[in-house]
Structure formats: structure tokens, C-alpha cells
């Protein structure tokens, strides 16, 4: 099954939020699919080098539709094409309110990719009050952790939050080692990796960082964690550097 397929990103809205890779799927589901739209309703790092082009406008609809004019036959030109309100440092953009890139969506006839949440480049996380910041239309969300995460220590060189981490899970505190037990229910936790699914959204988790054997165990613990207190569809162990599925454990 190709990543595209797998995390349910060929149409619609799709949001990631966690930790471990979101940007760096993003980027892929972006090259991959036609007629992209990259955005956020986050700040995001500079990722002009990631898609044919990246417009600021404070209207993503507007913006769109005077680019949907000027649109030659070459589609190569525009998509994927990035959208944001604005670049707030050299490093990095701003996003939208959820509810601006529901109109986003709405207007668009291709796929809209958004970075919901942050994560300070950890591999691991639990969100704050105000995260993620899904909107109310999104078709998919794929919470994100690293299978890199397990065996470290509970603490903020891998984790971002870990004392949100550690509140989510009884018996378990800052500086513990990260189990894939762990590692899972934080992922399925509603208050965890599926806090603000929409009702109507499908959740699909994506274990990244998968890159040998031993890693691949260790997902499939974490991913049998996922199912045991989580209803999602499947969860996909990958590798997006490559990028590859390695497995999709339904």
C-alpha cells in the first residue's frame, strides 16, 4: 500500500498532529498527490523548497481563485502550492484559524494537507489546552509519534510535554522509560493523539522512524496497543525519509 493510500490522504482534508514526522509527511503526501494545497492552522517552518510555490495571503480563498485564473496548463507551476496568512520570522510562517481553512477546503478541488499542532522537532508528545487546532471539516487525522521515542527517558530532550504525557497515563512519570505500551496509549487517547477528532473524521496513526527490524517490533507492540483501546481503522508503520510503508496493521 503506498503512503498515500495508507493514511487515507488522497482527498479531503487531512491533519497530522503529533510528533516525529508531520512536516516531513506532509511534504511527501504534498509530492504525491495532484493538486495539493499545504497549509496550517499552526506556525510551520519555512518550506518554500517543498512545494512549486508558497503564496501569503490573508484570504487562502481569495488567493486561490486569482491563482486558479492565472493557472496555466502546466499544473507543475503552482501545486503543490503552499498557503499561509503570513511569514512571521525568517524561520517560519503562521497558520490560519480552523475555520478558515474549512473554507479553504471547501473551495479547493484537490486534497488540503495541514500541519495541526507543533512539536519543537521530539519525537514524541502529548497537546496542550489549545491543541491541535483541527478543523471542524477535516476528513482525516493522523496522529504521529516515532518508534525512536521508546527506550528514552520520559523528558523534554524526546518528548514535547512529557509531564502531559506522564498526567495521561497512571503510574508513569517524567524520566521513566518510554515503553510501547506507553507510546500506544498516549496515541489512542482521547486526550492524547485523537483529542479533536472530528466526529465525522477517520483517525489513521502513523508510527514513524521505522527503519530496521528491531524497529519494526517495536511498532507492532505500539500498534497493538493503539487497536486495544482505540478504534481506528489501521495504523501505518513507516519510514518517510525514504519514503516506504513497511507495514499497515489493521
Request: proline residues 7%; glycine residues 8%.
Amino acid at each position: 500500500m503506498n503512503v498515500v493510500d495508507a493514511l487515507d490522504a488522497g482527498e479531503g482534508t487531512t491533519c497530522l498532529v503529533g510528533a516525529g514526522g508531520k512536516k516531513t509527511t506532509l511534504y511527501v503526501l504534498a509530492d504525491r498527490l495532484d493538486r495539493a494545497v499545504l497549509t496550517a492552522t499552526v506556525r510551520i517552518p519555512i518550506f518554500d523548497r517543498q512545494v512549486a510555490t508558497v503564496r501569503t495571503a490573508a484570504d487562502p480563498v481569495s488567493e486561490l481563485a486569482s491563482l486558479r485564473d492565472r493557472e496555466s496548463d502546466d499544473e507543475r507551476a503552482t501545486f503543490p502550492l503552499g498557503l499561509v496568512p503570513e511569514r512571521e520570522r525568517d524561520d517560519r510562517y503562521r497558520g490560519y484559524d480552523p475555520e478558515t481553512v474549512d473554507r479553504l477546503s471547501a473551495a479547493h478541488d484537490g486534497p488540503v494537507l495541514v500541519k495541526a499542532d507543533g512539536a519543537r522537532t521530539r519525537l514524541f508528545k502529548a497537546p496542550n489546552d489549545r491543541e491541535p487546532q483541527v478543523p471542524a471539516g477535516a476528513d482525516t487525522v493522523v496522529p504521529v509519534a516515532s518508534v525512536h521515542a521508546v527506550g528514552e527517558p520520559l523528558s523534554e530532550a524526546v518528548v514535547h510535554r512529557p509531564e502531559r504525557v506522564a498526567g495521561l497515563v497512571d503510574g508513569v512519570e517524567t524520566g521513566d522509560e518510554i515503553t510501547p505500551e506507553l507510546v500506544g496509549r498516549v496515541v489512542a487517547h482521547e486526550a492524547g493523539g485523537l483529542k479533536g477528532v472530528p466526529a465525522d473524521a477517520t483517525a489513521v496513526p502513523l508510527l514513524n522512524m521505522v527503519d530496521d527490524d528491531a524497529d519494526e517490533a517495536v511498532a507492532r507492540e505500539v500498534a497493538a496497543a493503539i487497536h486495544e483501546r482505540a478504534d481506528v481503522p489501521r495504523v501505518v508503520l513507516a519510514r518517510m525519509r525514504e519514503p516506504a510503508v513497511v507495514a499497515v496493521v489493521e
